[in-house]
């Protein structure tokens, strides 16, 4: 199965990486200077820097070199997702999504965007506790992917399969994404705690609160609770929240020291998907009538709307309730 990656981010180029370990795989780049460093150097200075990367990778800027790929890994941005599938090569071939986010404006999961813009492509998506870094360095790593097509996500998953990279298969392709997208949006939420110094107790409260709000949110979306429970949610939280690998996590880490987001979000090259998300989350969840204050309040700080004072206060002073509500 020829793979073809879209997207030379850290993870689209972690996951190129794994995939010409089991055969063929062409890495498709927004920025000549990474086509040019992966060509030359074998290494992407400008995203996965350090990383040495298979030679056999091949990479290209013109999106037309993936025709005839047996499966389309899509790693860009959420944001960016509409506007690059419009201009791939894809018809009916199998896409398997990456990016962990929801579009602004259509506020559509990316399985959504996708299914408007590549009407005869089957899709599933790949979701999980995966720091590009460690995976493109050999290290352990397991992650969901989910598709309807239980044949299709066995082949797709057996293709990308290594000793040090293990996919589960899953269904429910709405609760892997709603998994990646949540979990962003808390992340920064668990920064601020880190950042304002409030301690290890409110650290666990937020992760278990926050997965409270991503159960809620999934529900409404229609997730099976069993993936929120397992890589794509809890797990990807879990490793999202309690690390400063994350782009995410350190975002909320300024946030706590009380920079402002104008600041932290000027001029960066990396993307900290949660800062997106969190506005169009909040705006889906009010319409769907679901409860998410954690995902409110980070929303709020990023906007400048709040300080970290307010944000914690409005928090801490919410009417008691049952905590299985
Ligand atoms: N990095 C990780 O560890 C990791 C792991 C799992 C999932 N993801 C998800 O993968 C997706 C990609 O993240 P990443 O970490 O690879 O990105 P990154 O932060 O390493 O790189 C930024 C990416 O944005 C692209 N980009 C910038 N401007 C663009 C434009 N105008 N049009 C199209 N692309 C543009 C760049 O080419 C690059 O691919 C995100 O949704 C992220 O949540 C990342
Ligand atoms: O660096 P972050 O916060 O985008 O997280 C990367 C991955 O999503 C972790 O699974």
Known sequence: MRIGVIGAGAWGTALAQVAVQGGAA????F???????????QENTLYLPGIPLSPAIRVTSDL??????????????????????????VGTTPLLLCAKGIEAGSMALMSEVAAEVCPEAPIAVLSGPTFAGEVAAGLPTAITLACEDAALADRLAERIALPHFRPYT??????????????????IGCGVVEGA??????????????????????RA???????????AGLGDLVLTCSSEQSRNFTLGLGLGRGQSAASL??????????AATAPVLVEAARRAGVDMPIAQAVAALIAGEMTVEEAIGALLTRPLKNEAQ
């Open 265 to 274: 979000l000027a001029d960066r090259r990396t993307v900290a998907e949660g």
């Open 170 to 187: 899953s269904h429910d392709v709405i609760g892997a994404e709603v998994g990646g997208a949540v979990k962003n949006v808390l992340a």
């Open 64 to 89: 037309a070199d993936l025709a005839g790929s047996d499966a389309l890994l899509v790693v860009t941005p959420a944001q960016h997702m509409r506007a690059i599938l419009a201009g791939a090569p």
């Open 26 to 29: 062409c890495l498709w780049a």
């Open 221 to 231: 979306r229609g997730a099976d609770p069993a993936t929120l429970a397992g890589l």
């Open 31 to 41: 920025e000549p200077d990474v086509v040019r460093s992966i060509r030359e150097e």
């Open 197 to 218: 110094g409030l301690g290890r107790n409110a650290r666990a409260a937020l992760i278990a609160r926050g997965f409270a709000e991503m159960s809620r949110f999934g």
